[in-house]
């Protein structure tokens, strides 16, 4: 019944029939070794190469390899036309203000030598066959002030007029930057849906590199557009990205020479490469991702600050107190290794700067400023209780709880450790909690933590993509974004003032929005909804060999993957 | 025998259907949702939540959501454009017609993102369960015909090894020594790949598939080898020890024929049953090995799946999974009872 020779001939069997099953795949050529051939190794799949869908980064550094947008925004923060010949302003007549209806109109003259890869021209009429796409409301898709826009009218092949029934400031890189390609009218199948066209994931490109092969969870294969319109791009023959989940494994393989480029790159990873001959590292000019503690004013389990103010928080010394009690500067030399930047306003980097002095980290001030709102220890256990104070009990401990999130590993942990630690200094315990993100950031339907108010002070990091923090900025302090599952003002801060000068940002007027967010920063900075620590770093790690590769946080890393040669 | 086997695929179906609500339960009350922001936004705008909750289907209560995974839409109007009106009939057939529905990351049908991982996940780990088998039988088998010998002592002692040492650090390890620090001496490479199926998986090259097999199958093997080792050494020596091999050498067999026609067969009887149990493994795969050596399998897919929140992707890996479990189980039932005929079903 069971016989050796049996056993043997059935591991045969499965061994062939294993080795077979593994061996689905289309045929990819073998490169001749003159070809000038890269290697970006990332850690999972793009879901697709539209960025609308998921945003997962990873759709959209795929994305810049293979489509153009209208515009983009290079490192410094210039934007510059992609598929525009130029850009719209008022002064040279592109944009025109409707005072009756106090809406714009934005007309767009598209660049008249940029071909799809099978040689048809990119038009005005692929343009609005994307906006199509992304309106329609039963299969498209939603981008930021997509609903200040009324209609698109095309005017000739090469120009198209855009309505906007209000200003919308984000105009020139709505349908650009890491975010919207335009998509092929003569490819995509509008009947499939923008949500889940095919050409998402078969991509008809104008871009420098076109896709050749795509082994799910194993890697990509782009080689050069030979219709790519500028003369001479890309240098590069293939792109390869391989999928490479473990980070370790993708520094060992920068190392050894068969990874030519790693987005994302950790502080840890930096530091580990910071001596090794043919890998660089490249840190952009400016930083997006600003770590920061968001207070609950609002008593933990609800959502309306002025019914029911946080029994601690809501006092705005007490605020202060954490601001002067945590040293920023320790954190990021001991946890970030020195590349965490201190940060305290939202308006830090340009083209919108404001000048808002630091705060001084000071113990003694922060203990004051305790003993001051009626904080006081009696009891000798460490922990402040209320005597006095303005919002709440008599004896009400000082007790609260500090969540922050896992997926960004260590050195988030390790200084929510160290900020409890300096907290408790000053008698302010803190219980800490580690969630994952989805669960923190879920919507309230779905029992998110900080949507229904389930929190005293979380600890995480954002910052706005691209150049203009009209939208973020609206997002956590806006009035309307305090209602659960309408924003993410958590914090449910209001405050009159600042939303009119928020209001006012909404227009075309330069001086006039740098003057309001200025304004608004001096607010934010008295009243202190959120505690801004600092920047992480944004960086890519890449060959030596690989020259012209410049990180952002303006887009991804591939933005100008048309430039990149080969030493 | 046809009776019981007829009578469990029957309880099957019942103990799947319960398990498929169960698994639906679990799924979707688990704290977090997949409206969270993902990748580059930690949250997606309110807007953007309203129309992807109609897409994706989370508009509905949650037992609506149930039986249309169960049992589809296509028999019932639907809101497709939002405008609160009931405009057209649904796509989805449920799984019961075989549609597993899309996932919500990729927007593919769930058993096209499926169809990719699994033969790469089936190839890994029936690979690494037959290397595991192979090396595990001649040392079980030694370790008990030679109880307490060195080799004995030897081989418990790396068995414990194997079992407690955790994937994800001896496949770094792996990494480091056979990728990082050695070389070919003829070519200077890396002596072996450090992940990945091939090089190049359009051409056919067997020496280059083996070099991408030998790192994940040895990490994952260990432990297998390990724990079938230890099993059948225990079980050879319940059987050496048995009256009728004592029969068997009194009437004066050769020692070889004895232990393999008499012993090990009787001794393998559990250990086949074990494999049985163990073949939901080839499904599901090992999650350290296939992120450590970039495989492209199951166990990433889920993972990321769990990550995401990607409801469809998850279920249709967990109630597929069920169905391998149970089945497994009755399998191993058969088989014990074939193999050894003092087993019968009533």
Redesign the interface.
């Known amino acids: 019944m069971l016989r050796s020779k049996n056993v043997s001939l059935v591991l045969l069997v499965v061994l062939i029939t294993a080795s077979l099953l593994g061996c689905q795949s289309n045929a990819t050529s073998v490169p001749a070794s003159d070809e000038k051939n890269i290697t970006i190794v990332i850690a999972e799949d793009p879901p697709s190469f539209n960025p609308i869908i998921a945003d997962t980064g990873y759709d959209a550094l795929v994305m810049e390899l293979v489509m153009l947008g209208l515009s983009d925004i290079d490192p410094d923060g210039n934007i510059f036309p992609e598929l525009a010949a130029e850009l719209p302003t008022a002064e040279n007549g592109g944009v025109v203000y409707d005072e009756a209806t106090g809406g714009m109109t934005v007309t767009w003259k598209m660049r008249q030598d940029v071909q799809w890869a099978d040689g048809e021209p990119v038009t005005a009429d692929d343009v609005i066959f994307t906006y199509d796409a992304i309106v329609n409301p039963e299969t498209g898709g939603w981008i930021p002030g997509i609903d200040y826009i009324d209609r698109v009218e095309k005017v000739d092949d090469y120009t198209f007029t855009v309505y906007y029934t209000s200003v919308y400031p984000g105009y020139l890189t709505q349908f650009g930057r890491e975010q919207v390609a335009i998509w092929p009218a003569h490819y995509c199948d509008a009947s499939q849906g923008f949500a889940a066209w095919d050409c998402a994931r078969q991509p008809l490109s104008d871009g420098p590199f076109v896709l050749k092969e795509w082994v799910n969870g194993d890697h990509m294969t782009f080689v050069r557009n030979e219709n790519y319109f500028e003369d001479g791009k890309p240098a590069l023959d293939t792109v390869t990205i391989r999928i490479v989940p473990d980070q370790s494994v993708r520094k060992t393989m920068l190392i050894n020479g068969d990874a030519d480029l790693d987005m994302w790159t950790t502080e840890a990873m930096i530091a580990d490469l910071q001596n090794q001959p043919n890998v660089s590292v490249d840190p952009s000019p400016t930083n997006r991702w600003v770590m920061r503690i968001f207070f609950n004013l609002a008593e933990k389990g609800t959502t309306d600050a002025a019914a029911t103010p946080h029994p601690i928080l809501s006092d705005l010394k007490v605020r202060q107190a954490i601001r002067a009690a945590i040293d920023v500067d320790t954190i990021s030399k001991e946890f970030f290794l020195g590349y965490a930047k201190p940060v305290w306003t939202e308006f830090f980097r340009p083209p919108y700067t404001c000048d808002i002095s630091r705060p001084k980290f000071d113990i003694a001030a922060a203990s004051a400023l305790l003993d001051e709102a009626g904080w006081t220890d009696t009891d000798g256990d460490g922990v402040r209780e209320c005597h006095g104070c303005a919002t709440a009990e008599e004896g009400y401990k000082m007790e609260m709880e500090f969540i922050t999130y896992s997926e960004f590993g260590e050195p988030l942990e390790l200084t929510q450790q160290f900020i409890a630690e300096q907290l408790g200094k000053i008698g302010i315990q803190l219980n800490l909690t580690v969630v994952e993100g989805s669960v923190l950031w879920a919507a309230a339907t779905d029992g998110g933590i900080e949507q229904n108010g389930n929190f005293d002070m979380d600890l995480w990091d954002d910052g706005y993509a691209g150049i203009d923090p009209t939208d973020f900025i609206y997002s956590y302090y806006s009035e309307t974004s305090a209602t659960p599952d309408m924003g993410y003002n958590f914090m449910r801060w209001i405050n009159a003032q600042f939303e009119e000068l928020l209001n006012g940002s909404y227009t075309l007027d330069e001086a006039q929005r740098q003057r309001n967010f200025c304004e608004m920063a001096q607010i934010l900075d008295q009243e202190l909804p959120q505690l801004l620590l600092f920047t992480v770093v944004n960086a890519d790690a890449h060959s030596a060999r690989l020259q012209n590769v410049r990180s952002t946080t303006n887009d991804l890393v591939t933005w100008n993957a048309a430039d990149w040669t080969l030493k | 025998m046809g009776t019981y086997i007829l009578r469990r695929l029957i309880q099957t179906v019942g103990l799947l259907v319960l398990l498929s609500f169960l698994l639906f339960a679990l799924v979707n009350l688990a704290?977090?949702?997949?409206?969270?922001?993902?990748?580059?936004?930690?949250?997606?705008?309110?807007?953007?939540?309203e129309?992807l909750k109609r897409?994706l289907g989370l508009d509905k209560p949650l037992p609506t959501q149930y039986l249309i995974w169960l049992v589809g839409n296509d028999w019932m109007q639907i809101d497709?454009?939002?405008?609160g009106v009931l405009d057209s009939y649904g796509t989805r057939q449920g799984i019961f017609r075989g549609d597993f529905g899309?996932s919500f990351?990729?927007?593919?049908p769930v058993l096209t993102?499926i169809g990719?991982?699994l033969?790469?996940t089936?190839?890994?780990t029936?690979?690494t369960m037959?290397f595991a088998?192979?090396i595990a039988i001649p040392i079980g088998i030694l370790s008990a015909i030679r109880q307490y010998s060195a080799f004995d002592i030897t081989v418990t002692t790396f068995s414990f090894a194997g079992q407690a040492i955790p994937e994800f650090w001896l496949g770094?390890i792996m990494?480091?020594v056979f990728?990082?620090w050695l070389k070919n001496p003829f070519t200077g490479d890396?002596l072996l790949p450090?992940?990945?199926?091939a090089a190049?998986?359009?051409?056919?090259d067997l020496w280059d598939?083996v070099a991408h097999l030998i790192l994940p199958v040895l990490t994952g093997a260990l432990g297998w080898i390990a724990w079938y080792s230890r099993f059948l050494r225990s079980s050879m020596l319940d059987v050496v020890h048995q009256d009728y091999i004592r029969t068997a050498r009194a009437k004066g067999l050769p020692y070889g024929v004895v232990l393999?026609k008499h012993a090990l067969?009787n001794a393998?009887i559990p250990l086949i049953t074990l494999l049985a149990l163990d073949l939901p493994y080839i499904f599901g795969g090992a999650i350290f090995i296939?992120?450590?050596f970039?495989w492209?399998?199951m166990a990433?897919?889920y993972y990321?799946a769990a990550?995401?929140?990607d409801y469809p992707i998850l279920l249709a890996v967990l109630i597929i999974g069920a169905a391998f479990i149970i089945l497994s189980n009755l399998i191993a039932d058969i088989v014990y009872a074939y193999?050894d005929p003092r087993i019968r079903y009533e």
């Open positions: 704290p977090g949702g997949p409206l969270a922001g993902q990748g580059q936004n930690r949250h997606t705008d309110p807007e953007k939540v129309l897409q497709k454009n939002g405008d899309f990351r990729t927007r593919q993102e990719q991982r033969p790469n089936i190839y890994l029936t690979i037959a088998v192979l770094l990494i480091l990728y990082a890396p450090s992940g990945g199926i190049n998986l359009g051409r056919f598939r393999y067969r393998l296939e992120i450590l970039s492209p399998g990433r897919l990321q990550l995401d929140r193999l």
